[in-house]
């Protein structure tokens, strides 16, 4: 069975603060898909990046990274100079290999960024 | 638009009454999830269309629960006798869905449909 866990149910940071969002997940898939995305206010989760777990390297994207350790199977998604408009809910997902089409998906990380 | 168009935005139905929600996908989208969000549940995965292929139903709570969707495009999720702990943020989103590789899991949801049940 697969499982995505996002042990951090609410975070506040004040503005330009760096944060971190950790996301630990389980399979017995060799090859899987991990994910993050993102919910607004609005409630429209957004697609932020998605890793297959061949590839660890980090990923960065403006003031977005996200960092993929198999040996740890976490893949945390770090915010620098966190803003205003960074304040949502992240979703961390899990999708097997090719073929399956099923994404599991962690509880959410509330993410509060105070002016 | 061109996104993942849900109606209606907010719904409020008294117990044992009959809803229906709608989705529309962006076009040219094959694959079709509805999804459920609950206050501090998560997305709870209800059923899965791709293309003509028989759904994947596994996920719908109850037979209350059925889903339909109609030349391969627009979806409605009915939920006969709504009971209270239906009460939640229906979600709906669209894939792509490639012959190589298959579903490439970039979801695009829409804005969902909030289900009251007084």
């Known amino acids: 069975a697969q499982k995505v866990t996002q042990a951090q149910t609410e975070i506040s940071v004040v503005e330009k603060e760096d944060v971190t969002l950790d996301c630990v997940y389980e399979?017995?898939?060799?090859?899987?898909?991990l994910f993050w995305y993102k919910q607004p206010p609005s409630g429209e989760l957004v697609f932020l990046i998605r890793?297959?777990?061949?590839?660890?390297q980090n990923e960065i994207s403006g003031r977005y990274s996200w960092n993929f350790q198999k040996s740890t199977s976490s893949f945390n998604f770090t915010i620098t100079a966190s803003q205003v408009v960074d304040s949502a809910v992240y979703f961390c997902?899990?999708?097997?290999?090719?073929?399956?089409?099923?994404?599991?998906f962690g509880k959410g990380t509330k993410l509060s960024v105070i002016p | 638009g061109a996104g993942v168009s849900q109606s209606p935005s907010n719904k409020v139905t008294e117990k044992g009454k009959d809803v229906e929600l709608r989705c529309d996908p962006i076009?040219?989208?094959?694959?079709l999830y509805w999804y459920r969000q609950s206050l501090g549940q998560g997305l709870e995965f209800l059923i899965y269309?791709?293309?003509?292929?028989?759904?994947?139903k596994s996920g719908l709570p109850s037979d209350r629960f059925s889903a339909e969707r109609t030349g391969g495009s627009v979806s409605t999720l009915t939920i006969q006798r709504t009971q209270q702990e239906d009460s939640a943020v229906y979600l709906c989103?669209?894939?792509?869905?490639?012959?190589?590789?298959?579903?490439?899991?970039?979801?695009?949801f829409g804005e969902g449909s909030r289900l009251t049940v007084l």
């Open positions: 989103a669209s894939s792509l869905y490639r012959l190589a590789g298959g579903n490439t899991g970039e979801l695009f």
């Open positions: 399979t017995r898939d060799t090859t899987y898909y």
């Open positions: 890793r297959n777990s061949f590839d660890e």
């Open positions: 997902a899990l999708k097997s290999g090719a073929g399956s089409y099923q994404l599991t």
């Open positions: 076009s040219g989208h094959t694959a």
């Open positions: 269309f791709q293309g003509n292929s028989a759904p994947d």
